[in-house]
T-cell receptor, first 114, second 111 residues
Framework: NAGVTQTPKFQVLKTGQSMTLQCAQDMNHNSMYWYRQDPGMGLRLIYYSASEGTTDKGEVPNGYNVSRLNKREFSLRLESAAPSQTSVYFC?????????????FGEGSRLTVL | QQQVKQSPQSLIVQKGGISIINCAYENTAFDYFPWYQQFPGKGPALLIAIRPDVSEKKEGRFTISFNKSAKQFSLHIMDSQPGDSATYFCAASNTGNQFYFGTGTSLTVIP
């Protein structure tokens, strides 16, 4: 039972390079999320997708784009990486959003931008 | 602007003691308050959650206390064990699909 799978687990980029973080869930969940985790800042929502075909900005969307490819997959793209985007990125999914919706997280992708 | 404020940032408790983590919020539209537990190198996982129409919820050694008028809620871990050593996040959500997390509390339980 894989749950939420993120790739890659580790990545080092140079400033200005682009990359895509991949996320897939096998729980038939409707909602998917991308968070970043930074020391002393907690988890901050970058983008979310309440259902297939929809995406919405979260708290810190600048510098990122997302694609809800299908119900299973939700990717996060950094078009021109900056050192401020050095962080641990978590993908999560939920059967329903809001009240009662349990978030299931992947194990994270650690990104370093030099 | 932090939607959910969490304290303390770190906590050290003796085995068998009580761990208490506090959170506060401002947005009265929040209607779901979960706590997540995160071990090093892993993603957070749901520990326990409460809705605002109850003042307390208990699951084993873990209890959430909720004070709607003060817009505060707290996690109590009774008989704390070394295996409870982890980072704990409170969160709040409304029906809009957004979950807002606190800044986290690193708990260390000393044997």
């Amino acid at each position: 039972n894989a749950g939420v799978t993120q790739t890659p687990k580790f990545q080092v980029l140079k400033t200005g390079q682009s990359m895509t973080l991949q996320c897939a869930q096998d729980m038939n969940h409707n909602s998917m999320y991308w968070y970043r985790q930074d020391p002393g800042m907690g988890l901050r929502l970058i983008y979310y997708s309440a259902s297939e075909g929809t995406t919405d900005k979260g708290e810190v969307p600048n510098g990122y784009n997302v694609s809800r490819l299908n119900k299973r997959e939700f990717s996060l793209r950094l078009e021109s990486a900056a050192p401020s985007q050095t962080s641990v990125y978590f993908c999560a999914s939920s059967l329903t959003g809001g009240w009662g919706g349990e978030l299931f997280f992947g194990e994270g992708s650690r990104l370093t931008v030099l | 602007q932090q939607q959910v404020k969490q304290s303390p940032q770190s906590l050290i408790v003796q085995k068998g003691g009580i761990s208490i983590i506090n959170c506060a919020y401002e947005n009265t539209a929040f209607d779901y308050f979960p706590w997540y537990q995160q071990f090093p190198g892993k993603g957070p996982a749901l520990l326990i959650a409460i809705r605002p129409d109850v003042s307390e919820k208990k699951e084993g050694r873990f209890t959430i206390s909720f004070n709607k008028s003060a817009k505060q809620f707290s996690l109590h871990i009774m008989d704390s064990q070394p295996g409870d050593s982890a980072t704990y996040f409170c969160a709040a959500s409304n029906t809009g699909n957004q979950f807002y997390f606190g800044t986290g509390t690193s708990l260390t339980v000393i044997p």
